[in-house]
């Protein structure tokens, strides 16, 4: 009886004294490292005995590597620096042992605390670091529109000015590095005119074949079909869509082909994808997402376009919906396209049980399936613009499409800027979508060339581990498809180095070439296509609080409406419907969401050129 | 003196040491529920995560009003989850009468592998549960769509996650399916509770299985099912996040939009901290004025309240 | 028990019988369709894999076993879950019965104090703070320590306690027994049920739980204190990210949803397995009644 009092007290106490004692590690801001000593020193008698073995082949080459690639400044002292980027998540956090982050430790003499970042979860994860002042020193920005203004609100980002002669000579002496330094500098992103973020992912994501968003069709079908005419996107596309359904009605295995799919089962906002880049892009213009798409931006001379996309029946958008909806109306339509999780759609392309498609990524991806089967000719091939003059096909992320800043705070304001500058060159660029040299490729008379194995490996953790290929798919320099200026290479020679290209290649995809009368794809683009280095130079910041209300409302309502004109029966209805979504839109206030961005767009006229004259357009 | 009596009284001692006790405890609630709750104060400030409240600007009621202020979306949003949060406690009667079910087995050896597999539903994510639902009944190639058009149920087929007017009825039963098995294990242990002499004296008076699951065993299960009915209704704004999101498309997203996909969707999504916090406060209130007012006309209508 | 061999069934019993079996069914089957799936290839999936597995495949599983660190987290999972659960049962139910006792001073209010918990929820800002400040992050405690005292369980456990026999609580205090005392040789005995319930809600939620894991254990100071649910949760968002490799904004944004259905489904077989097999143990308690012939006839 007393020995159970006594337990009860006991544990009454523990309990008190332990929550004390969190309570008192919270006065320093090193709480949490008083509260793990123990899972610290066990991670050190464990850890090392099972990575280190890996890196005895690699670190060598790596030295021969760093030396040659070691940028100007030399750092004498081995310091820690924490690193949040959109890296590959195939190792845990922390200190990673894929050849490229010792490459990169090597080179700026730092050990680098790497976390990868899940992108859903970001936004919350960074509102937590922010606020309880645990910011690494180098971190991502989700989204730079309100990600930004909240930062620059707690002073935590440091002004790199003053940092970039001394530790990032390279990149000021980099063309489309000095472009992206000023473009950060612009007053329509920077406060005082300094520099805050730096961006990486600089160029563009393919070369030019594998637009992001596209009209991919099924070439071999269309040959099949005889190459009728296809010259408007409202009628002759839907016509060629169906001659091609009844060449092939059924897929091998017997399940029915439509002509076209879509994912309206993520109502909520990626639904929509469809409508927002499944025309504009194909005829130069970008809809503005952060305008909520009322106003679109021309990729020629990133001049905005004076009628309001969302209220303009024969607007880009509209024309999208339309499509879809006769598509529908003409039983092209896969009717499981207004449940279907984007999945689903993927796995039903792969399939071969559509004929037309607009994500680019999805269209490679389905590509490399037809390949595996020997002989193959299905092939997904993206069409030059159709009935218009102009494309935003050879994308350029002039400020980069990831934008980094660096922690106020951080002790190592040299190491980080140092960090950032190595990284964004070219051939940083080049070892972290391949490895350092001489593990999956090699250097052919100045030219880089990947290994037969390096095209053919699966790619899992594991290897990306051991070879380090792609784990800074985000925090490099250039995208994947930029060619190098040196090597005249883009820097993935995974998927865009000539002997990747052949391997790709096929009786089909010559024959879309040929048609053209080409040489090669990217000719064939760059013949029909006038504008080739497309940049919209326009940038939006956060809109005010009542506009952005209006705008979060009027996207609300678009998600619960716009399928329902997809699915109208006929034209009558579906003009009906439409009008009167258009005329629903007022309470939204869509003039004024309209009127604030488009007058925006207007104010930079000045910095555009600007821009544009260093982007030497 | 009297008091210093009373201070030196057994009874004093005794309930001094029974807060004692439980101090511990209730040190735990207040850390982990109300320390927090500090943060209701960033929905009176237009609060930017780093910097201090006392550079933040003072909002007022702004962010309270602006709750209300698209009214037509948030009386839809309502609409929504208070109808489905109806549905759901009409069908609340289903995992006791599951429980009552399994008890009364004839094959009592059947009892347990039934418990066990019928919760299996519980531990399957709501991703998979679309996907699966797409999968097997939605889809055109859904494997009931085939059967049923191959035996002429259905002339084409029938994708029911289109079905605008059935949205809510369709989610609740989703939900039943989900919920039913691994929720009648606090009905299981409460007959299980159940003093066996109470059947027996059933019995000697001549009861047969119906009176006595009438008589007894619903009695016993009767203070669980109300304490948790009390609980649901005062949740009823909370449907859940991910089932609305992930089974809400196209068509059925009007119907199927609650309050939980409305404040992630608005305050979180969008990053807006003080708006969120205000519709976290609002839910918090009615939440317990729900609660309040359900037990209070539990205390009139059957006598005893639960809180 | 004695009698029930020689019991006929009742047409009623057999409907009972019948109905159950078929929701049991319902239950199931989406179980066994998740395992065939898991084995058979993405293509054939998108075909419709109904019946059998189809080119089988054991690609999803060998992905998740080379997942580094997976073997550790296995331990930490079953860690938090054991001493998880015993903990938050253990807390729970002995301050739900303090709350029982007539003598507790401000018993009532006390109670509605905790309840009260359930509605309130500061957001995740506050909640951060929060955990660093008292030094959680990065420490095994965060994930036993904030869930330890659950006002929902307590209500549960209040309401059965409240149920049980009062003569025999009655008793024990005409012996002099103290609460303590009471608790151990009344309320954790005669309660059994009741704790074996909170016992399984909360092993199941700690071994689901991923995104304290998320939030608060990071870097090299948190490498050994990964869940299993969290290293799954991170494989297949990388694999998300890894198959759109190679996109702009316009399609990073979005395209981060796609998801490999085949691993999602492998990763929950492998999760739900352990969950059965461990039930049937603490069902014992909860369903033992019954087995006694609880219902005779």
């Known amino acids: ?617 | 003196m009297s008091n210093f009596d009373y201070l030196r009284s057994k009874r004093f001692q005794h309930r001094a040491y029974l807060f004692l006790l439980a101090l511990p405890f209730l040190a735990i609630v207040v850390v982990f529920s109300y320390v927090p709750l500090f943060g209701w104060a960033y929905a009176f400030f237009d609060f930017v995560p780093g910097v201090p409240l006392s550079e933040s600007t003072f909002a007022g009621l702004k962010y309270f009003k602006r709750v209300f202020s698209r009214a037509s979306d948030f009386w839809a949003v309502m609409r929504n989850t208070l109808g489905i949060s109806s549905l759901n406690i009409f069908f609340s009667f289903v995992p006791v009468l599951f429980a009552i079910m399994v008890s009364q087995l004839h094959f009592r050896k059947l009892s347990r592998p039934i418990q066990t597999l019928a919760s299996i539903p519980n531990f399957i994510s709501w991703v998979l549960v679309y996907s699966i639902i797409f999968m097997l009944v939605a889809s055109n190639d859904s494997a009931l769509n085939i059967v049923m058009t191959k035996i002429g149920v259905f002339d084409e087929p029938y994708n029911v996650l289109m079905d605008v007017e059935k949205a809510w009825l369709v989610q609740v039963f989703i939900g039943i399916w989900k919920n039913t098995g691994f929720n009648a294990i606090i009905y299981l242990a409460a007959i299980v509770g159940i003093d066996q002499e109470l059947y027996q004296a059933a019995e000697v008076d001549g009861a047969g299985t119906m009176r006595k699951i009438w008589h007894v065993t619903l009695p016993g299960v009767v203070p669980t099912y109300f304490v948790l009915l009390l609980l649901s209704i005062s949740n009823m704004l909370s449907n859940g996040f991910e089932q609305f999101w992930l089974f809400g498309n196209g068509m059925t997203w009007d119907r199927l939009e609650v309050f939980d996909t409305y404040v992630y969707r608005l305050g979180i999504q969008n990053m807006e901290y003080s708006f969120s916090t205000a519709l976290g406060i609002f839910k918090s209130v009615v939440s317990i004025i729900l609660l309040t007012v359900a037990n209070s006309s539990s205390k009139r209508i059957r006598g005893t309240s639960i809180f | 028990m004695k009698s029930s061999k020689k019991e006929r069934i009742t047409i009623l019993g057999l409907l009972n019988t019948v109905l159950l079996l078929l929701f049991v069914f319902l239950c199931v089957y989406p179980l066994y369709y998740i395992f065939i799936n898991s084995i058979s290839t993405a293509t054939e999936v998108q075909r419709g894999v109904f019946l059998f597995p189809r080119k089988v495949t054991l690609m999803s599983y060998t992905n998740i076993k080379n997942i580094q660190g997976i073997y550790s987290s296995i331990f930490v999972s079953v860690a938090r879950t054991v001493i998880g659960s015993l903990i938050t049962c253990l807390f729970t139910s002995i301050l739900a019965y303090l709350l029982t006792q007539r003598e507790m001073p401000a018993r009532k209010a006390l109670y509605r104090f905790v309840i009260v918990t359930m509605y309130i929820n500061a957001g995740f800002i506050p909640y951060y703070l929060l955990i660093s400040n008292l030094g959680l992050k990065n420490s095994f405690l965060v994930y036993i320590l904030p869930g330890s005292v659950s006002a929902y369980y307590l209500v549960l456990i209040k309401t059965y306690i409240e149920s049980m026999p009062l003569e025999l609580m009655e008793s024990a205090d005409i012996d002099g027994a103290g609460p303590i005392r009471k608790f151990v040789s009344l309320v954790i005995p005669l309660g059994k049920p009741i704790l074996a319930c909170i016992i399984t809600f909360a092993a199941v939620w700690q071994w689901n739980s991923w995104s304290d894991n998320l939030f608060f254990i990071q870097g090299s100071k948190g490498r050994n204190l990964h869940t299993l649910q969290f290293l799954l949760y991170q494989n297949l968002q990388s694999n998300m990210s890894a198959a759109i490799r190679g996109t702009d904004s316009a399609a990073a944004a979005a395209a981060i949803k796609i998801t490999p259905t085949t691993l999602r489904m492998a990763m929950t077989f492998i999760t739900v397995l352990p969950i059965l097999c461990v039930y049937p143990f603490m069902q014992r308690y909860f369903t033992s009644g019954i087995m006694l012939g609880a219902v005779k006839g």
């Open chain 1, 1 to 617: 009886m007393k020995r159970l009092k006594g337990l009860a007290l006991l544990l009454a106490v523990t309990i008190l004294v332990v929550a004390a004692g969190c309570g008192k590690g919270s006065t320093g801001t090193s709480g949490a490292e008083t509260a793990a000593p123990e899972t610290e020193a066990a991670a050190k008698t464990t850890e090392p005995a099972s990575t280190e073995k890996e890196d005895v082949g690699t670190t060598e080459q790596d030295e021969s590597e760093a030396s040659e690639a070691a940028p100007a400044v030399e750092f004498e002292e081995n310091v820690p620096l924490y690193v949040t980027a959109f890296v590959g998540r195939n190792e845990p956090d922390g200190i990673r042992t894929d050849p490229v982050s010792k490459y990169i430790e090597e080179a700026l003499n730092i050990q680098l605390e790497l976390t990868g970042v899940i992108e859903s979860d970001y936004p919350t994860q960074l509102s937590g670091m922010i606020a309880s002042d645990e910011l690494p020193d180098v971190f991502l920005f989700s989204d730079v529109v309100k990600q930004f203004p909240m930062l620059m609100a707690s002073n935590r980002l440091l002004a790199l000015d003053d940092y970039l002669e001394p530790y990032a000579q390279e990149t000021l002496d980099d063309p489309k590095g000095a472009l992206m330094i000023e473009a950060y500098r612009s007053p329509a992103t920077s406060p005082d005119g300094r520099l805050y973020l730096w961006g990486l992912c600089k160029g563009s994501w393919d070369d030019g074949t594998l637009p992001t968003c596209g009209h991919y069709i099924r070439w071999d079908l269309y040959k099949e079909a005889g190459y009728p005419k296809l010259e408007t996107y409202d009628e002759d596309l839907l016509d060629v869509i169906e001659a091609m359904v009844e060449k092939e009605p059924e897929t091998e295995d017997g399940q029915k082909v439509y002509g076209v799919g879509a994912w309206f089962g993520n109502g909520q906002d990626w639904g929509e994808w469809v409508f927002t880049y499944g025309l504009a892009p194909q005829q130069g213009v970008n809809l503005v997402n952060s305008a909520a798409r009322t106003v679109a931006v021309s990729t020629k001379d990133s001049t905005p376009l004076e009628s309001n996309q969302l209220k303009d029946p024969e607007g880009y958008f509209w024309r999208a919906v339309r499509f879809y909806n006769r598509a529908n109306q003409r039983g092209l339509l896969d009717p499981d396209s207004f449940t279907q999780a984007s999945d689903v759609y993927e796995a039903r392309l792969y399939a071969g049980r559509y004929v037309f498609n607009v994500p680019g990524w999805m269209a490679s991806g389905a590509n490399n399936e037809y390949n595996k089967t020997d002989g193959n000719t299905k092939a997904f091939v993206s069409l030059p613009a159709i009935g218009s003059d102009a494309e935003d096909r050879f994308g350029n992320m002039y400020k980069g499409e990831r934008a980094y800043g660096v922690n106020a705070s951080t002790e190592y304001p040299e190491r980080c800027v140092a960090l950032l500058n190595f990284v964004s060159s070219y051939e940083f660029s080049r070892i972290a979508w391949n490895g350092p040299e001489g593990i999956n490729w090699d250097m052919v008379d100045g030219v880089p060339v990947p290994r037969d194995e390096f095209l053919t490996a699966e790619r899992d953790d594991e290897f990306t581990t051991r070879t380090g290929a792609s784990v800074y798919h985000h925090f490099m320099g250039y995208g994947n498809g930029t060619v190098d200026p040196v090597t005249g290479v883009p820097v993935d020679l995974f998927q865009f180095s000539a002997k990747a290209l052949e391997r790709r290649m096929n009786d089909t995809i010559r024959d879309f070439i040929n048609h053209y009368g080409q040489e090669t794809l990217v000719d064939v683009y760059k013949a029909e296509t006038e504008t080739t280095t497309a940049m919209n130079f326009l940038q939006f910041g956060e809109a005010p609080a009542d506009i952005q209300t209006n705008i979060n409302n009027l996207n609300a309502f678009m998600g619960k409406n716009i399928f329902k004109v997809v699915a109208a029966e006929d034209d009558e209805e579906f003009i009906a419907l439409r009008d009167d979504m258009i005329q629903q839109m007022a309470e939204f206030d869509v003039d004024g969401i309209f009127d604030h961005f488009y007058t925006e767009a207007l104010e930079q006229t000045a910095e555009v050129e600007k821009l544009a004259a260093l982007a030497g357009q």
